[in-house]
């Protein structure tokens, strides 16, 4: 048994693994596993036996914060203990760089919600997934700043910028590695400033993530920020996942008509839990430190 740093020439091997232990239609893309990866390529492992890979895990730290998944193994080696070992590596790179570490899974699936809780995690508020509203019209007197539409000197400075905001602001989350994928598979990135400072940023990275995902000084910045975003994305299917410690956010979103279409189990290792069981009137989505 050896577990070794992903690269991409397993991912035929983790597309497999991923579609046949989650019983999924079809096989995540290339494009996906890359934007995974490639989000945190120190953190996401793969375990070989007899020289086959037969799992998988995606670890992510983003700054002072990180999480484990999605992590799977074959099914004719599970309940052997491998998911375990997986996990172990993963929570020994997270413990090395993170104050909060955590993960999230659907409360259906009570078996893995009871292993979590042996390993030490415990629960929190859910993340709440919403759907955006086809019809908002932008707010007359915001102008976005659109990142694409940036030379990559720009984006590599306000990247560096949004970078040092955020972890100034929102408790040590650092988003750069997601902002640079997000431009790199051609999401959009959508940023607000006020007196020439950064006031917040939505980013809509499919390839990564299938929901939007940022944060913003106040209600105001969010509620122009997801117009804006909506505005540039007409016709496509827009969600947005919250937990729902952020209650001024979920309260905004339900006063825009959004509608929850889905709820998801957040739960935090002892120790490195950090304000989970706090309500928060900051407006975040992903952010786990607060």
Not at 22 to 32: H, I, K, L, P, S
Not at 125 to 132: C, I, T, V, Y
């Amino acid at each position: 048994m050896k577990i070794l740093q992903m690269e991409n020439k397993h991912f035929d091997a983790v597309a497999r693994i991923d579609q046949v232990a989650f019983g999924r239609g079809e096989a995540r893309r290339g494009d996906n596993l890359e934007a995974l990866l490639s989000s945190d390529p120190e953190g996401c492992f793969v375990l070989e036996v007899n020289s086959q890979v037969i799992g998988f895990i995606f670890t992510k730290v983003m700054g002072e914060e990180g999480y484990f998944g999605p992590v799977a193994v074959l099914p004719e080696y599970q309940r052997d203990g491998f998911g375990k070992v997986l996990i172990a590596r993963s929570l020994e790179y997270l413990k090395a760089h993170c104050k909060v570490i955590g993960l999230e899974v659907f409360p259906e699936l009570g078996q893995n919600v009871g292993l979590y809780h042996k390993l030490g995690f415990g629960s929190g508020f859910p993340s709440l997934r919403f759907e955006l509203l086809e019809n908002l019209d932008r707010i007359g007197n915001f102008k976005g700043l659109q990142m694409s539409m940036l030379t990559f000197a720009e984006q590599v400075e306000i990247d560096n910028e949004l970078g040092q905001w955020t972890e100034g602001c929102f408790g040590g989350v650092c988003y750069s590695k997601d902002l640079q994928t997000a431009l790199k598979s051609g999401g959009h990135v959508v940023i607000a400033y006020k007196d020439d400072e950064p006031a917040g940023f939505l980013a809509d990275s499919p390839v990564l993530l299938p929901y939007l995902w940022g944060v913003a000084r106040d209600e105001q910045v969010m509620e122009a920020l997801l117009r804006e975003i909506r505005h540039a994305r007409k016709g496509e299917r827009l969600l947005i996942e919250v937990n729902a410690r952020y209650r001024n956010l979920v309260e905004l979103l339900g006063k825009m008509g959004c509608t929850v279409i889905r709820s998801v189990n957040r739960m935090l290792l002892a120790g490195y839990e950090g304000d989970y069981l706090k309500e928060s009137s900051q407006m975040s989505m992903r952010a786990w430190i607060g």
